[in-house]
């Protein structure tokens, strides 16, 4: 190799070296130099929620209608109105001789009404906590897809930003290669990691649209609607142990309380089917005119009860029925307690684990990573180890952002799985009136 050759030799093999050493400080910085620029849009998303999801918005309507069903209860069977004709020794539609009004009220026997009344009244409060619990799945949901759309971006830039590097260093190989410095196979290879790259950036794409059509779906929005995320959200304190989240569990969990309230609905039902035994009672007044005075000459009242006695098995039917409803609200509040006992301690301990993953990837796979990358960076200038080393230290560091990225994601949906069913009770749950004086004790 003559001198000459020898020296442009060495200005390309500088030049590549300073490249990199421009390079690399940039791609160490990758997806850490993110900075919150944008408001977190997550509690007005809550708050949109409750007045634009469509399942809300019908969970909603079935309580108010539920609560209506309360004022039908109270009230009274419709008065009876009436009118006799009455003849003597004719059959002629036009002789009438007496005119006869009537009108007569039933009323049920002491108690029936109330027992009614209780029972409307615990079946409307546990459609109201069916509301509560769907408005709580909701914002468990809206939260998860927010994390979700979060981790598709930042996964994006993450891999953009290394897809640019990774042209950058396929050009290195390549002049390296040109140069005499290098071999083929190092510029072969950043070319297959290229590949790889654009085909997992196309996946994340469609990940981040679908995350945002959900989002749209949740709050209600236009398809298309885009949405400006913190680059840093704040991850909710998981603040209970395991005792304390099934404490605040039978406290708290809406859909547990509406299971509750249909068993002690269904006690006063068989109140009301054992006070059909009772019989009720009607008052009737009726008011006589004879033909051709314009006045009344004639009062009748009278009073007459129901004979429940008669068709006694009508009605231990209907006590049986009662008690059978009973027994089975009794066994669905059981199998939701099990249940929600199990979604408790599966989300409590899905949250600790991807916190432990966390806290690991931050204090020790990031930064043994980051040196790592370093080491052979310095190792690769120095001539030490080659460009599939390089290559395969970027692929760890790539591969360690983003699984802490996924690991933050997870760990906040199994929260809001958790606090769905643990979290006291919020403001907006209190003002529905729900919420007894006795319940926020």
């Known amino acids: 190799m003559s001198t000459t050759t020898s ?26 130099a993110w900075s919150a620029h944008a408001s977190d849009p997550l ?22 209608a539920a609560a209506e069903r309360i004022r039908a209860t109270r009230s009274f069977d419709d008065p009876m109105v009436g009118v006799d004709f009455m ?4 059959t002629g539609f036009d002789d009438v001789d007496e005119t006869e009004f009537m009108v007569s009220q039933r009323l049920p026997w002491f108690g029936k009404r109330r027992a009614r009344t209780d029972a409307a009244t615990l079946l409307a409060d546990a459609s109201g ?21 979060w981790l598709a971006r930042r996964a994006l830039a993450i891999n953009e930003e290394n897809r640019e590097l990774l042209h950058a260093f396929s050009r290195i190989a390549k002049a390296r290669y040109e140069s005499g410095v290098g071999i083929q196979a190092d510029m072969l290879k950043a070319q297959v990691t290229l590949a790889e790259l654009d085909s997992a950036l196309a ?25 400006v995320l913190p680059d840093e959200p704040e991850l909710p304190v998981l603040r209970w142990t395991l005792d304390e989240a099934y404490e605040s569990a039978r406290l708290y969990c809406c859909i547990l ?51 429940p006695w008669l068709w006694r098995g009508k009605y231990r039917a209907g006590i049986h029925e009662a008690e059978q409803e009973r027994e089975r609200a009794e066994a669905a509040f059981r199998a939701e307690t ?49 460009f599939l080393d390089l290559i395969d230290a970027q692929r760890q560091w790539n591969t360690a952002l983003l699984a802490e990225a996924r690991a933050r ?3 906040a949906s199994f929260m809001a799985a958790l606090s769905a069913l643990v979290e006291p009770w919020q403001e907006y749950e209190i003002e529905t009136g729900l919420i007894g004086e006795e319940m926020l004790h």
């Not at 500088?14 to 791609?27: A, E, K, T, V």
């Not at 003849?87 to 004719?90: G, K, L, T």
């Not at 008052?283 to 004979?307: H, L």
């Not at 301690?345 to 990837?361: D, I, P, Q, R």
Request: net charge negative; charged share 30%; glycine share 4%.
């Open 7 to 32: 020296m442009i030799t060495i200005n390309k093999c500088h030049r590549i070296h300073r490249l990199i050493r421009q390079l690399l400080p940039l791609w160490m910085s990758a997806g850490l």
């Open 87 to 90: 003849r003597m020794d004719s």
């Open 43 to 64: 509690p007005a998303w809550r708050e949109q929620v409750i007045e634009q999801n469509q399942d809300v918005l019908a969970a909603r309507k079935e309580w108010e």
């Open 203 to 227: 996946e994340l794409r469609a990940d981040a649209d679908i995350a945002e059509a959900k989002v749209n779906r949740l709050l209600s929005l236009p398809a298309g609607t885009e949405h």
């Open 257 to 307: 309380m509406s299971y509750l309230l249909e068993w002690e609905a269904r006690e006063a039902l068989i109140r009301e089917a054992r006070l059909e035994y009772r019989p009720d009672i009607e008052f009737r007044v009726a008011a006589r005119r004879q033909s051709g005075r314009n006045s009344i000459n004639e009062y009748d009242t009278g009073i007459a009860i129901n004979v």
């Open 338 to 386: 099990d249940m929600t006992f199990l979604e408790t301690k599966e989300a409590h301990a899905g949250a600790s684990a991807a916190w432990e993953t966390v806290n690991l990837f931050e204090e020790s796979v990031l930064p043994r990573s980051r040196e790592l990358l370093q080491s052979t960076k310095a190792a690769y200038e120095n001539g030490e180890t080659g």
């Open 129 to 149: 906590f069916r509301y509560l619990e769907v408005i709580r799945n909701t914002h468990a949901e809206v939260t998860q897809t927010y994390w979700n759309l």
């Open 409 to 411: 994601a997870r760990y």
